[in-house]
C-alpha cells in the first residue's frame, strides 16, 4: 500500500532483509567468547560430580602448582564479597526462599553445583587445573521425584527450610468448580508430564569481567538476554556500585529464556576481576551447560474437564506439580504461574480450579524456557480438548467451534481474568482447515483404519493463545513480580539527518535493528537506510528491561513508535518557527512538514533537526533538541492466536512418527516485517515439535543427568522436521498503536500439542489414550503394547 | 611444542603449536579469526565447520597440527577478494536463513561441500547433507531454501544461457513475503 499523497511505500508490513545480517554471513562477528583484553586470563569451574552431598573437605592449593595457574578459589574464598543469587519473583507470601550462593559452600544440591573455580593464563590451563583440586563428598541422599519429595520424611533439598515444598499457589474464579461438576454429564481425568527441558541456545554462555584499569567502571560482557536486569543484580549480588557497572550483551546466539538470566557465572566473573584486578573470562563447554544454565519446563499436570454430553465445556481443575529444581533463580517460582491464565485457552466456561505447587529437587533449577509456562498451559487444554472429543465421538475441531468466545464476543473477559482484546478463531480455523485439506486426510485416515494398514494417520488440532507483551506493570504487582514491565526507548535526530534508535530491548536472533529501524523511519519519514538501532550496552542505552516473553516489539517496538511520535511533536513547534507558521497549520507527511495551503513553504525533519543543533534561531523557552524518549507501560497483554493442524503417520510395527504435514494459521496482529514473523513461526515450531518428538533431560536414579552431552539429548537436525505451511490472519491488538501482538513463542506454544494430538489421534483405534513426551519409538511401541493388553478380546485390529 | 605452517583464508602462517590444541582454538585464539565458533564438545553441532583441503570439517575434531601444510578456509575467506559474498551468503541473508547467526558460518561451509558434491539436491538431500549442522533459531526450512536458491544460482552462473545475466537467488514462493 503506498501513500497517496507522497508516494512513500510504508515500511511496516514490508519483508525487508535483515540490516543484522551482513556481520552474520561473513564471520565479522562479537560472541562473548570471542572478546579478548590485554592481560586476561581464563576461568574454569569445578562442579559437583554428584546431586546432593555435603562438602566435608576441599583443598584448592594444589591446582595453584599447576602450570600457568594464577588463583584458585573455593566458596568459602568467595563468599565474602558475594551474596545469594536474586530470586525476583516470590510468587506467595510464605514462599521458600534458599539461599544460593554463586559457589557452593558446605552443600552441593544439583550435579553441576560449582565448589571451586580456578583462573589460569589460557583456558587449557584452567581445566587441566580442575582435577588437582581435592574435594571430599559426604553423599547426602538425592531428591527426584516431586511427589515423592512432598511426602512425609522425605529427604530434604535444603534441610534448614524444613520441606520441599516452594510454594503453593491456588486461584479459583467463576462458579464452584465442585458445584458445576455436579452438572456434568462427562467428567474426564487426566495426567500429562511435561518433561524436562534443556534449551540449547546454540551459543554456549561466556563471561568477560573487565575491572576498573583504563576505564573507572567495571565492564561485563555476558551471553545474556537481560543486560539490563544483569546490572541491577548484580551491582546488588556483588556489591559494585550499579553507576559503576556497564554491562554488556554483545552478539548473543540464541536464548529462548536459558539467558534470561543472573547466573553465578557472572557475579563469579567480577568478583575474580575484583580480587585479581585483572580481566578474566569463562565460557561454558556445552556439556558443561547441560549442567548449569536452567532447564525448562518439568511439570505434572493433573487436570479434570467437565463438559455436557453435547461437547459444553463446564468447568476445568487444574492441579500442578512443578519443579523448581535446587534453588529459586530469577523468575523461577513465576514460570508456571504465566500459564495459570492460560489453562482455560480460548474456550467459556463457567468455573476455574487452579493449584500450583512448586517442589524443591536436587536437578539443575528450572526457569524460563520459550513460551514459559503458557506451552504447558495450552498442551494441557489442547489435549483435553481431544480427549473430550474423542470421549464423546465428535470432531476435534467441532467441540472447539462449540467452546471458543466468538469473533463476536470481543472483548471478552475469560474465566481466567483476562480480558482479550481482539481475536478471530474462525477465520484462523477455517482457512487452516482448507489450506490443510482436512476433509481428505479424515477420509484417508479412515480408509487407512479399514484396511488396517499397519502406517495409520493421525491428525492433530491446537488452536491456541497465549498472553504476550509482558507486562503491565500494575499486573506485576498484583502477582509478587520484582519489577515493572515497561520498556525504553530513545530517538537522537543526527545533525547530519541520520538517526540512531536507542533501545531497550535486547535481541539475540529476532532482528530488532531492522524491524525498529522499520517502525521509525515510518513514524519519522526517514529512510528505512538512515536509522540505526543501537542496543544492549547499558552506557549505550541506560534504561530498559531487555528480550523475553514475545515482549520485545509489543512494549518495546511501540515504545520506538510512541518516541519518533514524540520527535515529530517537538519537531514541529520547531517548523512551526522556522516557516513562520502556527503549529496547527503544519502537515507533516512523509517526513516534510508544509503550511496548509501553501505547499511550497516546507521544512524536512532534517532540515528541523540541523536547525536544532545549530540552535541559531530558537525562539526563547524552546529547548534546542527534537531527540525524545519514550517509556512504554503496556496497558494490558497482548493475545495472539491460531489454529495449527498436524497430519502425522505412525508405523504401528516399529513405532515410528513421520510428521507428514504442518499447516498453522497464526494471528499475530499488525505485522512489521513478514519475513522475520514467519522464521520466529518456524523456529517456534521446531522447538515445539522437538517436544513432543524427540527432546528429554533424563536423570537417573542417583541424580547424574544422563542426557549430558548433544550427543544423548536429541535436538533435532534438518533432516529431522519438516517443511511448514504458514499462513496468517490479521486481526490487530487494540491495545497498543502498532496493533502488534508478539510472534516469539507462538509457534512453540501451539506445536506440541497439534503433534501429539496427532500421535494419539493415529493410535486411538488401537486403544490408545496417551503417549507421554517425547514421543519416541519406544514409548509408541509400549504404549501400543499395554493397549493391546488392556484389550485383549479386540486383538490388533 | 610442533612447529606447523599452514593457510588460513589466503594467508600462510607458522606457529609453534602444542600437540593437543585444536584447529577451532588456534583459529580463535591464535590467529584472531573469531569467525568460527563452538557450540558444543561432543563434534554434534557443526557450528565450527571450516575447509580444510576441500572438504568441510569439524574445527573442533581436528588438531592444529592435522592442519601442518595444509589450506583452510573459512567463513571469514569466503567473499571474493573484492568483497564480494559467496552465493551461499547472499542466499542466506535473502532467505532470512539465520536468526542468531551462530550457526551460519557452519551452515555455510557444509552447505559448500554439500553442493560441490551435488550441485542439484533435492531439499530431502539439503536436509540429510546438513545433518551434522544444529540450529535451534530458524526451524531449518528456511536453510534449505537458502542452499537451494544458492545452488540454482551457482549452476545459471556456471553454464550461462547465452545473454542471459547471473540473477540474485529466486526469492522464496511460499510463506508471507519475498524479501526486499
Ligand atoms: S563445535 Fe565443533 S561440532 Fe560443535
Ligand atoms: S540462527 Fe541461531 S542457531 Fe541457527
Known amino acids: 500500500m503506498t501513500d497517496q499523497l507522497t508516494g512513500r511505500e510504508p515500511e511496516v508490513g514490508r519483508a525487508r532483509v535483515r540490516k543484522e545480517d551482513a556481520r552474520l554471513v561473513t564471520g565479522r562477528t562479537n560472541w562473548t567468547d570471542n572478546i579478548t583484553v590485554p592481560g586476561l586470563l581464563h576461568i574454569a569451574i569445578l562442579r559437583s560430580p554428584m546431586a546432593h552431598a555435603r562438602i566435608e573437605r576441599i583443598d584448592v592449593t594444589p591446582a595453584l602448582e599447576r602450570p600457568g595457574v594464577v588463583a584458585a578459589y573455593t566458596g568459602r574464598d568467595l563468599a565474602e564479597g558475594l551474596g545469594s543469587l536474586p530470586c525476583a519473583w516470590p510468587v506467595t507470601e510464605d514462599i521458600v526462599l534458599p539461599e544460593h550462593p554463586p559457589v557452593a559452600v558446605d552443600e552441593v544440591r544439583h550435579t553441576g553445583d560449582p565448589v571451586a573455580v580456578v583462573v589460569a593464563r589460557d583456558r587449557y590451563a584452567a581445566a587441566d587445573a580442575l582435577e588437582a583440586i581435592d574435594v571430599d563428598y559426604e553423599p547426602l541422599p538425592p531428591v527426584l521425584n516431586m511427589e515423592a519429595a512432598l511426602a512425609e520424611g522425605s529427604p530434604l533439598v535444603h534441610a534448614d527450610k524444613g520441606t520441599n515444598r516452594c510454594y503453593t499457589w491456588p486461584l479459583a474464579t467463576g462458579e464452584d468448580y465442585a458445584t458445576v461438576r455436579e452438572r456434568a454429564d462427562v467428567v474426564l481425568r487426566r495426567r500429562f508430564v511435561q518433561q524436562r527441558l534443556i534449551p540449547n541456545a546454540m551459543e554456549p554462555r561466556a563471561v568477560v569481567a573487565v575491572p576498573p584499569d583504563t576505564s573507572d567502571q567495571y565492564t561485563l560482557y555476558s ?133 500450583c505447587t512448586g517442589v524443591f529437587t536436587t536437578k539443575t533449577p528450572t526457569d524460563a524456557y520459550r513460551g514459559a509456562g503458557r506451552p504447558e498451559a495450552t498442551f494441557a487444554i489442547e489435549r483435553m480438548m481431544d480427549e473430550l472429543a474423542a470421549e464423546l465421538g465428535m470432531d476435534s475441531v467441532e467441540v472447539r467451534r462449540r467452546n471458543w468466545i466468538g469473533h463476536d464476543e470481543f472483548p471478552y473477559t475469560t474465566i481466567g481474568g483476562l480480558t482479550y482484546d481482539s481475536g478471530n ?224 503417520e505412525v508405523d504401528t ?71 511448514f505451511l504458514t499462513d496468517r490472519t490479521e486481526t490487530p491488538a487494540t491495545t497498543n498503536p502498532l496493533g502488534v501482538k508478539g510472534v516469539g513463542e507462538a509457534g512453540t506454544i501451539a506445536s506440541t500439542p497439534a503433534v501429539v494430538n496427532a500421535v494419539v489421534d493415529a493410535l486411538r483405534p488401537l486403544g490408545v489414550t496417551d503417549v507421554r513426551m517425547p514421543c519416541t519409538p519406544e514409548r509408541i511401541w509400549r504404549a501400543l503394547r499395554d493397549a493391546r493388553s488392556a484389550r485383549p478380546e479386540e486383538g490388533s485390529s | 611444542m610442533t612447529r606447523i605452517s599452514v593457510k588460513v583464508d589466503g594467508t600462510a602462517y607458522e606457529d609453534e603449536v602444542e600437540p593437543r590444541l585444536l584447529l577451532v582454538h588456534y583459529l580463535r585464539d591464535r590467529l584472531g579469526l573469531t569467525g568460527t565458533p563452538v557450540g558444543c564438545d561432543t563434534t554434534n ?81 539439503v536436509r540429510e547433507g546438513l545433518e551434522g549442522n544444529l540450529c535451534r533459531c530458524t526451524g531449518y526450512m528456511n536453510i534449505v531454501r537458502a542452499v537451494l536458491a544458492a545452488a540454482a544460482e551457482e549452476r545459471r552462473h556456471q553454464a550461462p544461457e547465452p545473454g542471459a545475466v547471473a540473477e540474485h537467488a529466486e526469492p522464496s514462493t511460499a510463506g508471507s513475503g519475498a524479501p526486499v
Not at chain 1, 481428505?440 to 493463545?465: A, F, M, N, W
Not at chain 1, 526517514?526 to 520485545?552: A, C, I, K, N, W
Not at chain 2, 535473502?94 to 531439499?123: K, S, V, W, Y
Open chain 1, 653 to 723: 510395527e516399529t513405532g515410528r512418527v513421520r510428521i507428514r504435514s504442518y499447516v498453522c494459521v497464526d494471528d499475530v496482529g499488525k505485522v512489521v516485517n513478514p519475513m522475520i514473523v514467519e522464521g520466529q513461526v518456524h523456529g517456534g515450531l521446531a522447538q515445539g515439535i522437538a517436544q513432543a518428538l524427540f527432546e528429554e533431560a533424563v536423570y537417573d536414579e542417583e541424580g547424574n543427568l544422563v542426557s549430558g552431552t548433544m550427543a544423548d539429548y536429541l535436538v533435532p537436525c534438518a533432516a529431522d522436521l519438516p517443511d
Open chain 1, 425 to 648: 478463531y474462525e477465520s484462523a480455523t477455517d482457512k487452516a482447515l482448507a489450506l490443510f485439506g482436512y476433509d481428505d486426510l479424515r477420509s484417508e485416515q479412515r480408509k487407512r483404519e479399514e484396511r488396517g494398514d499397519p502406517v495409520r494417520l493421525g491428525i492433530g488440532v491446537s488452536t491456541y493463545t497465549e498472553m504476550c507483551g509482558l507486562a503491565p506493570s500494575r499486573i506485576l504487582r498484583d502477582l509478587r513480580y520484582g519489577a515493572g514491565g515497561w520498556e525504553a526507548a530513545s530517538i537522537r535526530m543526527l545533525p547530519t539527518g541520520k538517526v540512531e534508535v536507542l533501545t531497550g530491548t535486547s535481541p539475540h536472533g529476532q532482528g530488532h535493528v531492522t524491524s525498529w529501524s522499520q517502525i521509525a523511519a515510518d513514524v519519522l519519514g526517514v529512510p528505512f537506510e538512515d536509522v540505526e538501532v543501537l542496543h544492549g550496552d547499558t552506557r549505550t542505552v541506560p534504561q530498559g528491561m531487555d528480550t523475553y516473553g514475545s515482549r520485545s516489539l509489543v512494549v518495546g517496538g511501540v515504545a520506538v513508535h510512541r518516541a519518533a511520535r514524540k520527535v515529530v511533536d517537538k519537531a514541529r513547534k520547531v517548523a512551526a518557527h522556522l516557516l513562520e507558521a502556527s503549529e496547527d497549520d503544519l502537515d507533516f507527511a512523509d517526513g516534510v512538514f508544509s503550511v496548509k495551503g501553501s505547499p511550497d513553504a516546507h521544512k524536512t525533519i532534517q532540515e528541523v533537526a540541523f536547525a536544532t543543533f545549530t540552535s541559531h534561531d530558537l525562539p526563547d523557552g524552546l529547548e534546542p533538541t527534537i531527540n525524545a524518549e519514550h517509556v512504554e507501560d503496556p496497558e494490558a497483554f497482548s493475545y495472539p492466536h491460531g489454529t495449527h493442524l498436524c497430519a502425522v
Open chain 1, 223 to 355: 551471553a545474556t538476554q537481560i543486560p539490563h536486569i544483569v546490572r541491577v543484580m548484580m551491582a546488588v549480588v556483588t556489591g559494585i556500585p550499579e553507576h559503576r557497572l556497564r554491562v554488556v550483551a554483545p552478539d548473543v546466539g540464541g536464548g529462548f529464556g536459558s539467558k534470561l538470566q543472573v547466573y553465578g557465572e557472572e557475579a563469579i566473573g567480577l568478583a575474580v576481576a575484583r580480587k585479581l584486578g585483572r580481566p578474566v573470562k569463562w565460557t561454558e563447554s556445552r556439556s558443561e551447560g547441560y549442567l548449569a544454565t536452567h532447564h525448562g519446563r518439568d511439570q505434572i499436570q493433573d487436570l479434570e474437564l467437565a463438559a455436557t454430553r453435547d461437547g459444553r465445556l463446564l468447568g476445568l481443575k487444574v492441579d500442578l506439580l512443578a519443579d523448581m529444581g535446587a534453588y529459586l533463580m530469577i523468575v523461577t517460582p513465576g514460570v508456571p504461574l504465566l500459564g495459570a491464565f492460560m489453562f482455560p485457552g480460548i474456550y467459556k466456561m463457567d468455573a476455574y480450579d487452579f493449584t
Open chain 2, 45 to 125: 553441532c557443526g557450528a565450527c565447520m571450516v575447509d580444510l583441503d576441500g572438504k568441510s570439517v569439524k574445527s573442533c575434531s581436528v588438531l592444529a597440527v592435522q592442519a601442518d601444510g595444509g589450506e583452510v578456509t573459512t567463513i571469514q575467506g569466503l567473499a571474493s577478494a573484492d568483497g564480494e559474498w559467496h552465493p551461499l551468503q547472499r542466499a542466506f541473508h535473502e532467505q532470512h536463513a539465520l536468526q542468531c547467526g551462530f550457526c551460519t558460518p557452519g551452515m555455510i561451509m557444509a552447505a559448500r561441500d554439500l553442493l560441490r558434491e551435488n550441485p542439484d539436491p533435492t531439499p530431502e538431500e
